[in-house]
Structures are given as C-alpha cells and as structure tokens.
C-alpha cells in the first residue's frame, strides 16, 4: 500500500446521506488498514461521535476531531492536542445566535453542552451519534471549549456569513456544511492536525492520502501527498484537489481505496 497514512472526513464522505456505512466502503477501509495503513478519521464531529464511527470500521487508532481542533487516542480516550478557545472570544458570538435564533453547542473534546433543544436539533445529534447535555444560559462557558458549532437552514447561514464580513473575527469561521457553520480557534484545521500527526508517526507528505467533501476538508487535501474530492463537493473543493472520486453516495471512498490496494493511480468511477 502506497500510503501509510490515510485521512477520511465522515460526512459527506465516509457515509452516505442516509449516515450509513455501506458494506463496500467498510470492506475498503479494513482492507487499506489490513495492508498496512494507518486509518485517521479526519472530522468536524466531537471525539466521542469519531469513535463511534472507527467502532462501525472495526478499527482502533487516533481520530483528528473538531475540525483539527483536538486529536485523541482511541484507545486510551487521552486528549494527545487541543486548541481551547477564551471564555472572552465567545460572548458576542453567542450573543448574536440568540438574537437571531440560531442553535448553537459548546464543545470540548468529548462533551457537547446546548441551551435548548427541539426534535429537529436532538434528531441533529442522534444522526452525529452525540448526547448533548443542557445547560443554563447563565452557567459558565465549559472549561478546555474547542468548538462552537451553528446549526441553522442554509439561507439563514448564508446570511449571516454576509453579516460577518463586516466583523474583526477573534475566531475561526469555517463552513462546515450547508447547514452547518464551526468557531474555533485561528490556528486550528484539518491540515495543520494532519501535518503534526504525519510528523509525529513519522510519515512523509508523499505517503499520506486524504478524501474529503467540504470547505473545513480544504487544509488537509492541499496537505496531503494525494488529495481527493468527493463528487458531491462544492466546486471551491475539488478545485485543490488532486483527483475527484464518485459521490458519498457512490461508495466514492471504496473506489478511491480500492484503487491504490490495486496499485491503480487514477480512479475508475
């Protein structure tokens, strides 16, 4: 196996739009990790949830999770790097959710905390595999937050993201779905978490491969030695990739891995 190294996004990418693991895409991925490499689950979601989904692989390892913002051992649960976000870059953020009405969760790197929920949000969260836990408005901010995730209908993202650009941003905004918007810390994403755990195991750029579908899977496909799009990316994302595969409804990743344990490097859609 040509890489040693290889980072799957989950939604969008790994699953499909119904949040399945198809029998292919499984059957590909413990084929890659049988031949020797090492599998990362590369996501946006919170550790817990990443772990439930290397459970449904049948595999164990390290799991990059808040979008770069934590990396965690999945079999000690040990938090190895997080980049936790003040107390004093959150309050106008939030402020302006409530305003507008726009849900909003607090994470660490295991736990989620909401203000509300409603069955369209706690439907959100059993589809991600979280529990969130409630909290009061007026409870302190969780100690070691990594995160902040925005959920909201399209059109009401997208105009805030239009409101925001008139903002000196202490955070990161990154666009993590159509439905979906993260605040983070500045320096934390995919890629510079690929890049560092690369490092760490000792594995060169060339030998890392990553497959990914939206706009917070940007730094870890330019970063890897072969980046590889989802068909049903935005076209801003296929653009810095290397190649583009089928669709996540498509078994897109079972092609992309089956190709390299064939020694095939291009992709047969």
């Known amino acids: 196996m040509k890489y040693k190294l290889i980072a799957l996004d989950v939604d969008g990418t790994l699953i499909n739009d119904d949040h399945e693991l198809t029998p292919r895409v499984k059957q590909a991925v413990t084929a890659a990790a049988a031949a020797g490499s090492e599998i990362v689950l590369c996501t946006g979601r919170?550790?817990?949830s990443a772990l439930s989904v290397?459970?449904?692989l049948g595999l164990s390892g390290t799991v990059i999770t808040h979008n770069g913002a934590s990396i965690?051992?999945?079999e000690s649960r040990e938090i190895l790097q997080e980049s936790p976000i003040g107390a004093d870059e959150i309050d106008r953020y939030l402020a302006l959710c409530r305003e507008r009405g726009i849900h909003f969760d607090l994470n660490t790197a295991f736990d989620i905390y909401v203000e509300q929920l409603n069955d369209q949000t706690a439907s959100m969260y059993a589809r991600m595999l979280s529990e969130p836990i409630l909290r009061s408005r007026e409870d302190r901010y969780p100690e070691r937050t990594v995160k902040i995730s925005l959920f909201a209908p399209k059109e009401d993202l997208d105009e805030l993201e239009g409101h925001w650009q008139e903002w000196q941003h202490e955070l990161q905004t990154i666009r993590s779905g159509d439905y979906f918007i993260d605040?983070?810390?500045r320096?934390?994403?995919k890629g510079t978490a690929l890049k560092q755990w690369a490092e760490k195991r000792g594995i060169p750029r060339e030998q890392v491969?990553?497959?990914g579908n939206y706009f917070n899977d940007v730094g870890m496909l330019e970063y890897a030695g072969y980046g590889v799009a989802m068909d049903n990316s935005p076209p801003e994302v296929k653009a810095v990739a290397d190649a583009v595969t089928a669709s996540n409804n498509e078994d897109g990743v079972a092609l992309v891995l089956e190709a390299c344990l064939a020694g095939v490097s291009t992709i047969s859609r």
Request: hydrophobic share 50%; aromatic share 0%; charged share 10%.
């Open 187 to 189: 320096e934390a994403s």
């Open 209 to 211: 491969l990553a497959i």
């Open 54 to 56: 290397l459970a449904q």
């Open 183 to 185: 605040l983070q810390h």
């Open 72 to 74: 965690v051992d999945g």
């Open 46 to 48: 919170g550790s817990a």
